[in-house]
């Protein structure tokens, strides 16, 4: 192999191409980690300063995550399910009475949820207690027979 010499016989070193800080590689961690963040409702400011990152670099390698803010919490729960249900089938027997303990309460929550627009509509909400002269007015509104206000005159007479 022949080396390559500059005007003064000095060897030219080859230079990678790429040159600068590497760029940012999304890890399994980071992504889980991410994942927890957006879930507990932190904004995307936040979690890249937590991770060291600008917010573009942050948008632009978890973009994916961020499209399904919403859905988060709930990819979080199935995830950590799963990874429970596993260890449980595993042996691991505190794993699997957890898991069954949330399967039930999962159960639970959907029958409550199926029932609950079967209720009995709850009554009006208690109307606010008057004062003692809007009791008086109320009252004195109310009078009739002999006491009763008079009723307003008519204005406009109609010839018609």
Do not use: C, W
């Amino acid at each position: 192999m022949t080396q390559d010499f500059d005007l003064f016989g000095n060897p030219l070193l080859t230079v990678d191409a790429k040159r600068g800080r590497p760029e940012h590689e999304p890890s399994e961690e980071n992504i889980i980690f991410v994942m927890v963040l957006l879930a507990s409702g932190q904004t995307n400011q936040e979690v890249a300063k937590r991770l060291g990152l600008s917010v573009p670099t942050f948008r632009k390698h978890y973009l994916h995550l961020i499209k399904h803010r919403e859905l988060m919490l709930d990819r979080l729960k199935t995830k950590l399910r799963v990874t429970q249900i596993q260890q449980g089938l595993s042996g691991n027997a505190s794993a699997l009475n957890a898991a069954l303990s949330m399967l039930d309460k999962v159960g639970s929550e959907g029958a409550e949820a199926k029932f609950k627009g079967r209720e009995k509509p709850k009554q009006q909400e208690k109307t606010r207690k008057l004062g003692k002269k809007e009791e008086r007015q109320l009252a004195a509104q109310k009078v009739s027979g002999k006491f009763a206000p008079p009723s307003a005159p008519k204005l406009i007479v109609d010839n018609r």
